[in-house]
């Protein structure tokens, strides 16, 4: 309830509200220029996207219009720009062609019935403030999934890259289908691959150094770079029609891409159809929303901004319904769609709102020329896209810091690959969970004494510190809860047998966050069980929550004088009596 | 790791070990009468619970002798008694009854199979010291668990008790059908229970005191008392046999059972049966392991002895792998039988020893004298000692001092009833790790002063305390990770925007006892955004495990000389600046 309370609490002063009533004219330049270079930018990963989502490519060009405008009008992130993107792509394959056949009218239709039912769920969870759910994953999880399906992402592109039909079932059943397929590669088709990839590869690395080296400057530059996907596009294209490289080549391109605007609505599937989408829905509704926070959260962080995660949901969720009526094609906060909105300058969603008005342009000026460009070369620049997604570096910077969040990050990224995109995320809350379990049963208990001449108390072992014949002063630091009572009693009978004449014990529980009524009970027993060998049981720095919740049980009313405010209280207590 | 180690260090001083070399003389005239009045006792229920698992009631007999006898060889509680009992027979007839016909020769065969594993695999939990999974479970979860087992057991024994056939799948199909078969009730049947139930009841609350009054010793009047089952069928019996209340008057009887000594051996069933049987046997193997456990704990305070949970799981464990040979019914820790044991007056295992061979002798002597034994006395004696399972004290207990415990306890309590045993436990097991996860995500955190003239903080609310213009002074009193990071800045936020003008933050973490890395990252953060505010974090009071685990990360870095010893040593130095 807390969450909840200090959520709506802040809402008035964290929601970006009606940003362009507080428009700022100086925004106008700078946002305009960004929205036309998006528009023309984000326009063959569109297209890609929908390709890797199993929808026909213009469904990608037409989610990138109306779902755009929807967000920018709702969204909280000041600059995160929503529309196709990798992660809802592959999901949408993953929880779809299983039960309908891609590109099938049956599929197209799920694929839209999936967007609203997701956006909807989305929707409702931003509206009854539950953007809380989302962190039920950690970082390393998240990081780990997105890192995962990074690679199931890869392997779905390598038959394209080869120009070999290889079907397979599952990440596996592809890798071995299509590694079997190699030696009937299609050498055209990898050599315009292997060559967009190098040159995509290589100008990302090194083109931008080089040309602030020749006097550029660093903003002009990344944006030169963010181009080069583009100009690869363009130019392999132009390769195409000039050569005949898919006519006469056998090299496969976009192929016939419907004109003119999209009509609006969409046919729903049948119930049954409907029932089976449920859970995929659902599934595609949390991966969505993890993600889109997560990355609002980055951007704001980077941008000194607040987000507000409910208000991202109540954005993600509409982007969505308004998606199934207009494209018919899930979509997300996009990561590359976002980088290259900041790079061209955007400040305010206005850039949003101006990119959808230009792809709505260009979709109506004709996507004819759309027609021959290269599947190869849009799979290289996926695959570029996808080998960025993969976040080694926080998995190198868990294994420095916590061996079980590294762990985790490893085990959420292969159970995508081995079990899938629903088993990994299954996968990845079950680790979290047992992470956090093991580690408050595992507590750290520490021998205190004191410092001479002070009232502080620290380790025996860490520090050269005074003792009380007899009397042991435990610092517990955890909770005490039903999972880490066996572990807290087996150290304190441990440390008590190592005193030649035990007469009391101290539990100092200035960490102890709560105790539940399993240990409450425990502690009451311990203290009946002490008592019983002529041990007398103390208590110091019992936290005010904890001690109100105590009032009136058997456990306080045992203790009746021995709760210390300070565990220098309880020594002095203890020393006269000595 | 810690709990293994720590378990084995004192597996030494736990384990009863060999209690037979350090026997006392002194107790042995105690063990044999013990060891008698238990066979005895016992008897009754022993037939009653082989019926209630859908087995012969011989089964039951048998399983009173080698198994007891090998879980007092073994086991680690000095006076617990196992047998046949009522957990586990309901436990065996809820996973049993759903693949074989109760009473058949295959449910036979196949109970045996399930004791075998359920008692192979507990073993195996005790070899590799696995105990501590136990507690997986909190307190009020086991209560809930058993409480919501003995509502089953009840609906199970009403038709018994009103002499109606009526078959029903789950607990309300059960009590809907003996509910809609209640004008059929069989009126001799009815007033035999209702006597059985009234006797066994007035006597077990209003008995003792009366016998104590009359100037019995407070001892034998308990053991009169727990007489009184056994008295009760041997005087229905009775009046069985000298009215022809079965043959005549139409009431149930056990009817016909197999003479002479047990035979040794087991029909094991087909390997597709054994597969089946895997996750009923897990099911057994967790619920007995986490029944046993609790109750010899419960026991080993009460008599001042200490319990090791491995050996414990060992001794359980081989006595089910004999049961499967040597009767064919799962075994268990038991209530009733165990409280007859202690309340017999035994001291150690001699007692169980004895008892075996006495029951032995009993099978031996001839069974022909319990066919006519009244199964509506037999259903009336299981409902009364269900009743008493129903464990009330402990759900008020928890309502009064922590209502999620009390939650758990009565979702725990009802999944048994709506879903089944399995689900019951799989439920339980969620709202521990839920109330966990819940708790550790609205985490207490204090605004905090210091207590004028001294060196101590304590919060702003509960006190009157000294603060500093423009300094936050906050503690946070939980660990800090992934589930907690949203509700900690959204609080921290929310203080910050009250001071008029805020220049340093101090994050108190002397009750944080771990930070992990989806933490450690936003601590990161935190620092940046408040630094771009013009506001500087301090820390205070880290604990060593934590401090050392941070060295080397940006946070530390970030932090050089801002991380202070106590909250007092940053009070002074943000004085002097101030």
């Known amino acids: 309830m807390t969450v909840l309370r200090s959520f709506s609490e802040h809402a008035g002063t964290l929601l970006k509200g009606l940003w362009w009533r507080a428009y700022s004219r100086q925004h106008l330049g700078a946002d305009v220029l960004a929205g036309v270079v998006v528009a023309v930018l984000v ?4 297209l890609a ?5 199993g929808l026909p490519p213009q469904a990608g060009l037409y989610v990138s219009i109306l779902p755009v405008l929807a967000y920018a009008l709702v969204g909280s992130s000041m600059t995160q720009a929503v529309g196709p993107v990798a992660i809802t792509a592959i999901v949408t394959f993953s929880v779809l062609s299983p039960i309908a056949v891609p590109g099938s009218a049956q599929y197209v239709s799920m694929a839209a019935a999936l967007a609203l039912m997701s956006g909807l769920m989305v929707l409702a969870m931003g509206l009854l403030r ?5 962190s039920l994953l950690s970082r390393p999880v998240v990081s780990g999934f997105i890192s995962g399906s990074a690679w199931l992402i890869l392997i779905s592109q390598m038959k394209l890259m080869l120009g070999v039909s290889a079907p397979g079932v599952g990440a596996w059943g592809q890798l071995s289908a299509t590694v079997a397929h190699l030696p009937q590669a299609h050498l055209p088709t990898v050599a315009l691959a292997a060559v967009s990839v190098g040159v995509l590869v290589a100008t990302r690395s090194a083109l931008a150094p080089l040309l602030v080296r020749w006097g550029l400057a660093r903003g002009p530059a990344d944006m030169v770079v963010r181009l080069m996907p583009l100009a690869v596009v363009v130019l392999s294209t132009v390769a195409v029609v000039a050569w005949e490289l898919d006519t006469r080549h056998g090299v496969a391109v976009v192929g016939q891409i419907k004109q003119g605007l999209p009509e609006m609505g969409m046919l729903l599937p049948g119930l049954s159809e409907l029932g089976l989408l449920v859970v995929p829905a659902l599934i595609l509704a949390f991966i969505g929303t993890v993600q889109n926070i997560a990355m609002a959260q980055a951007l704001a962080i980077k941008r000194r901004e607040r987000v507000n995660p409910n208000q991202e949901l109540v954005g993600l969720g509409l982007s969505n319904v308004v998606a199934s009526v207009a494209g018919g094609m899930p979509v997300g906060g ?3 769609r976002t980088a290259i909105n900041v790079a061209a300058g955007a400040q305010t969603p ?3 709102v101006v990119a959808a008005f230009a792809m709505l342009a260009l979709v109506w000026a004709g996507t004819a020329g759309f027609a021959r460009i290269p599947l190869p070369v849009l799979a290289a620049s996926i695959v570029v896209a996808a080998v960025n997604m993969v976040d080694v570096a926080e998995f190198r910077r868990a294994w420095a810091y916590d061996r079980a969040d590294a762990l985790a990050w490893l085990g959420t990224a292969l159970g995508v690959l081995v079990l899938g995109l629903q088993g990994g995320i299954v996968l990845g809350i079950a680790l979290s969970l047992a992470t956090l379990l093991y580690r408050a049963s595992t507590p750290h208990i520490a021998v ?5 001449g002070t009232e502080h108390f620290r380790n025996v072992e860490r520090h050269g510190v005074e003792t009380l014949p007899g009397v042991l002063f435990l610092r517990i630091d955890e909770s005490i809860f039903f999972g880490n009572l066996r572990a ?4 304190l009978m441990a440390e008590l047998a190592k005193l030649a004449e035990p007469r009391a014990v101290v539990l100092i529980m200035s960490a102890v966050n709560r105790v539940d009524l399993t240990g409450l009970e425990a502690l009451t027993d311990l203290q009946r069980d002490l008592s019983a060998r002529g041990v007398v049981l103390h208590v110091a720095e019992v936290k005010g929550p904890v001690q109100d919740r105590m009032q009136g049980t058997a456990l306080l009313a045992g203790l009746e004088g021995r709760l210390h405010l300070s565990t220098n209280a309880a ?3 203890l020393q006269d009596r000595g």
């Open 571 to 573: 020594y002095v207590a």
């Open 350 to 352: 206005l850039a949003s």
């Open 49 to 53: 996207y929908a390709l890797l989502a």
């Open 488 to 491: 807290i009693e087996a150290r």
């Open 334 to 336: 996009g990561l590359s």
């Open 448 to 452: 205190v004494g004191r410092v001479a």
């Open 43 to 46: 326009l063959p990963q569109s």
């Open 130 to 134: 539950l953007g809380f759910l989302a």
